[in-house]
């Protein structure tokens, strides 16, 4: 049998309780594990000379696992310790996630899905426009463009169109009712042509695009299966499409013909137009397209020919582009799409509270500075510094007990967190102090250096004396550094404490009775 990794967690004095509780849940005939305590405060502060300085690796060790939000640079102290040396997650409660404890390693770098992207109303642009627009949705995920005709109007530059996009090392597809733009297009060089029937599919033999085939009505299964034969019999590539409808007008039906053709073809290739349903149906359009792109999976569909129209819609090919990974993940895994990230998830976290009321009260404890930090819980949003520790609900409500009044910078700032706490809370959502809240596909997530920390916020500019609010190092208060085991006693733990009573809460570094506690919503 192998030994047990031993992994060695280097931290900070505030998050060292609550790294020891998460790192005891380890399974052992898998996991060592000793605790590197640098002696400072604030673990994310950390800097790579700290960490040489101040943090001993024991013997034995195989993999050093530093915070999340720590801005150390891995490989430098790889070098230095002689050891592997990677960021961990942000949060101590996803520690056994990443892992690996959640009984798989996600890989979303891989999917099976074609994204057809359509310029609806390309025949009123011009080419540059164009041009613009296709580059625009490559780079959000799009794998072929789609030039969508429109009935009554000319295109008379759609040749140059299909040129203009080829030459940009993009595939092509036409979308038309009219024979002779698709055939224009097929001639100017466009990879696929949609949609063809059995009373159209003629064209299919004069050109090399690839035709992606409908019923000659939604209801006429039959049209769509002997436009396949007339195919299959010839050898040439095609997809079949038997059109999704909306709801009310032929949804579950339209459904229930996919199935059908693919029960009767298993081998062919499919599309699916999934905008009938996102840009018809007036809800988020993440969870309608999830489902969608679920129900592909199951299919074998391997092509979506999408629309990004009406505003609830103006994120959808990349919450298709998100969708089709974890669906891949998913069934790759014979798994649920559970467990493979939150990029599905744009308003609900699924584990929104990173710290517990009590934990959040003794790291109020803990401060010592004029600093006010905000942090969620189940119970509320908790705004604090060595002064007061307020609970409440409301982001407005804080402001008679927050000492800002003279401070406008100060009090801005302190402004757009609460409001951004009180979203989280009121949606069940992460919240990180300075940091934007996670919405999934549905927003682009913000791109940052992690090897470089952050402009100081609001909470360290001029007070309204004009003095600097904090200007002290991270090492201005650091303790004795030390490293743990499980079981093993540090000397800050060594001193006995007399239990609280049942109850009784820690703010502001005093022990407050139950009874003395200012509600939630009241402080």
């Known amino acids: 049998m192998n030994a047990p990794e031993h992994l060695v967690f280097i931290t900070g004095r505030m998050a060292k309780a609550r790294l020891e509780k998460v790192a005891a849940t380890l399974p052992a005939e898998r996991f060592a594990w000793s605790i590197a305590d640098a002696g400072v ?30 801005r ?32 798989r390693k996600v890989d979303l770098s891989r999917h099976d899905l074609r994204i057809f992207s359509e310029i609806v109303d390309a025949s009123k642009m011009n080419p540059d426009q164009i041009l613009a627009k296709g580059l625009d949705l490559a780079r959000r995920g799009a794998d072929v463009i789609d030039l969508g005709g ?9 040749e140059d169109c299909v040129r203009l996009l080829k030459g940009a090392g993009l595939k092509v597809s036409v979308d038309s009712f009219s024979l002779d733009e698709l055939t224009r297009g097929a001639k100017a060089g466009a990879d696929y042509l949609l949609s063809l029937n059995e009373d159209t599919l003629d064209l299919a033999f004069e050109t090399d695009a690839v035709p992606v085939l409908v019923p000659v009505r939604p209801d006429d299964l039959a049209s769509l299966d002997r436009a396949i034969e007339r195919m299959e019999k010839a050898g040439r590539p095609y997809m079949a499409d038997p059109i999704l409808e909306p709801i009310h007008f032929g949804f579950v039906e339209s459904i229930t013909r996919y199935h059908e053709t693919r029960r009767r073809w298993p081998d062919i290739e499919m599309m699916m137009g999934t905008g009938n349903l996102t840009e018809l149906t007036e809800a988020d359009s993440l969870g309608v397209t ?14 979506v020919l999408i629309v990004q129209v009406s505003n609830h819609t103006r994120r959808t090919v990349e919450e298709h582009d998100a969708a089709r990974r974890v669906m891949y993940a998913a069934k790759a895994d014979s798994a649920l799409p559970k467990g493979y990230g939150r990029s599905l998830l744009a308003l609900h976290d699924k584990r929104p509270y990173v710290q517990t009321p009590d934990e959040i009260a003794a790291q109020a404890a803990e401060v010592k500075d004029p600093n006010y930090r905000i942090a969620v819980a189940e119970d509320g949003i908790h705004v604090f ?23 406008g910078a100060h009090a801005f700032y302190l402004g757009g967190e609460l409001t951004k706490a009180e979203t989280a809370w009121r949606l069940g959502k992460r919240y990180v102090q300075d940091e934007a809240l996670v919405w999934g596909a549905a927003a682009d997530a913000e791109v940052e250096d992690t090897t470089a920390f952050k402009k100081a916020g609001h909470t360290k500019h001029s007070g309204p004396d004009g003095t600097t609010r904090d200007r002290t190092s991270p090492e201005a208060d650091a303790g004795r550094p030390e490293t743990v085991g499980p ?10 404490e007399t239990p609280p009573d049942a109850g009784a809460r820690i703010v502001c570094g005093k022990l407050v009775p139950a009874e003395k506690l200012v509600p939630a919503g009241k402080a």
């Open 290 to 303: 999830a489902l969608l792109v679920g129900m592909c999976s199951e299919l074998a569909i391997r092509n």
């Open 41 to 70: 405060k604030v673990a994310a502060l950390m800097t790579e000379e700290i960490i040489r300085r101040r943090v001993t690796i024991p013997e034995g060790a195989t993999r050093i696992v530093l915070p999340g939000r720590c």
């Open 487 to 496: 079981g093993e006693t540090s000397a800050a733990d060594a001193v006995s």
């Open 385 to 407: 510094n060595r002064d007061i520790h307020s609970i409440g609900t409301d982001a407005m409500a804080f402001f008679p007990n927050l000492d800002v009044a003279q401070d």
């Open 72 to 103: 150390a640079n891995p490989e430098a102290l790889a070098q230095h310790f002689g050891l592997p040396v990677e960021r961990g997650p942000d949060e101590i409660v996803d520690l056994p996630a990443y892992l690996g404890l959640a009984g």
């Open 150 to 158: 429109l009935p009554d109007t000319d295109f008379p530059h759609l």
